[in-house]
């Protein structure tokens, strides 16, 4: 008669053996499980790099675009603004030239001998030339016309007046305004309209 634990023996051992096949294919190199691949460690770091690069060339890019637009407007105002003085010293001369042409009368012309009106009439050609002139070099004048909208960057009111006007526009120029591109290089002085309803 046989053992019966004698069978169990057997399987027991049989079990081992197996467990044991186990562990060796377990721990065998090309059966492990897979680590960490430095080589896509690498990749990643090197795209992470070239990311930073990119990122870094474009900032560039957009900084080097922004200081040429500065140097450009800066030499384009240098450019504009270098007459200021020299138009500021010639407004004078305007207001003079303008000055001789309004103390002629305008009933008068038909009376004054031909040397007066040729005067004249260089006094008036003068004056048309310096202010095309100016315009040139971006000096151009203050619309300070009756009516015109009264805007305190552009004109200096010297009083107020009763007017046909609307009240708050200019009624009257006493004094051509300049401006040289969009500064305001003299102000024009002005009366400011009180309005229809103040004349008595």
Known sequence: MNDPTSGN?????????ENEGMDEAI????????????????????????????DNLLRALA????????????IEEARLYAVEKFARDLLNVADNLNRAIDSVPAGSRGIMTDAVKTALEGVEMTQKE????????????IDASPGAAFDP???????????????GSVAELYQ????IGDRTLRAALVAVSAGPGSMQ
């Open 153 to 167: 960057a552009l004109h200096q009111a010297v009083t107020q007046v009763p007017s046909h006007q609307p009240a």
């Open 9 to 17: 023996s057997d399987d027991d051992a049989i079990l081992a053996a």
């Open 63 to 74: 900084e080097t675009d922004n200081v040429r637009k500065r140097a450009n407007r800066q």
């Open 27 to 54: 721990g065998h190199p090309h059966l492990r499980a897979v680590g960490p691949n430095p080589l896509a460690e690498a990749v990643v770091a090197l795209e992470k790099e070239r990311d930073q690069l990119k």
């Open 130 to 141: 310096l202010v095309t002139a100016l315009s040139r070099h971006g000096v151009t004048a």
């Open 176 to 179: 051509s305004g300049w401006r």
